[in-house]
């Protein structure tokens, strides 16, 4: 199979965005251009890394991070896994297309939880050089009913298992988590050393903020304590007053944590249909540039390192 091989961003795609230490608050919103916050004590992540994108708001542009992300860090030369773990959508698993082969068994992350298959053998290459993926499909809800043995361990189960068996084969893991807080996404947050949480300037809600920071806390609590909040990514970023008001509330919630603008881009929204990353389907555009610089503050690329 011939796999496509995804762009550097070599030049900056129109104007990038400015790293900073902390947000003036004096600046007028009419003279504030988006930055990168990126606070003294904030920790980058290094390879072999496991993220889950997370927010229980549908549409917090959770898969677009994923995708993105994933895009950015396969290009930097990562090998990269993408899981769904989102049976409602399923959008990951209809933009990142899995390649069958064209005989045998189709595994999902379902067939993980259910102890039908490893996780490797769930994992099937896209059309991206450096990108495979775990898929779902609706079937994916089994797991909210059915309870498996050991469900909020599953995942976690899953991947130590990889690693017992040798060298993983993957650096980076990124988790599309569903628009809930159930259990797969439970299971994802405890399988997870990071959670990186996109909230859409626009669509915020606080108290679903607080019941995500809830949750967090409880599986640091008692089934993943090494899990942190790495980033908050402002995803569809206007200019506004407001979202700067939001950010400032971000970063006092998740102190630790980058907070990175990505600019609103009409090409994000296009990609999915193209079933290709932004970065592919329009290297120029501004989300592409911002989630390339979010890659790279989030998990720096090898040469960096
Ligand atoms: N930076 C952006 N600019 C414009 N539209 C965006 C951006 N990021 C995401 N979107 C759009 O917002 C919608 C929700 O994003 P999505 O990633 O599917 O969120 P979620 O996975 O949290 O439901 C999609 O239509 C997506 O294309
Ligand atoms: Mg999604």
Not at 241 to 269: T, W
Request: glycine share 6%; hydrophobic share 45%.
């Amino acid at each position: 199979m011939n796999r496509i091989a995804l762009p550097s961003l070599d030049g900056p795609p129109g104007d990038r965005l400015e790293i900073v230490s902390a947000w003036n608050p004096e600046t007028p919103y009419q003279l504030w251009r988006p930055q990168i916050l990126v606070p003294a004590t904030f920790r980058p992540a290094a390879a072999p890394r496991t993220f889950v994108v997370v927010n229980q708001k549908g549409g917090a542009g959770k898969t677009t991070t994923a995708v993105e992300l994933a895009a950015a860090w396969a290009a930097a030369g990562y090998r990269v896994r993408v899981i769904d773990a989102d049976h409602q959508e399923a959008a990951l698993s209809v933009w990142l297309l899995p390649q069958y082969p064209n005989e045998g068994p189709r595994h999902s992350l379902r067939s993980v939880f259910f102890d039908e298959c490893s996780l490797a053998e769930a994992t099937y290459p896209t059309l991206f050089e450096g990108i495979d993926i775990v898929p779902s499909g609706v079937d994916l809800a089994r797991v909210e009913y059915e309870r498996p043995i050991g469900a909020e361990q599953g995942l976690a189960a899953a991947l130590a298992d990889e690693a017992k068996a040798g060298t993983p084969a993957y650096d980076v893991t990124v988790i599309d988590a569903a628009p809930s807080l159930g259990l797969v996404t439970v299971a994802a947050l405890s399988a997870s050393d990071e959670a990186l949480v996109p909230v859409k300037v626009g669509g915020l809600d606080m108290k679903g903020m607080a019941s995500l920071h809830k949750t967090i806390r409880s599986v640091q609590r008692k089934t993943n304590p090494k899990l942190r909040v790495g980033s908050v990514l402002l995803t569809a970023w206007d200019k506004s007053d407001f979202a700067r008001q939001l950010a400032s509330k971000v970063s006092e919630d998740y102190p630790e944590a980058a907070v990175i603008p990505i600019r609103r881009s009409v090409r994000a929204s296009e990609a999915p249909l193209a079933e290709q990353p932004v970065r592919l389907y329009a290297p120029k555009s501004t989300a592409s540039g911002d989630y390339d610089q979010a890659a790279r503050v989030i998990l720096p690329g090898r040469a960096a390192a």
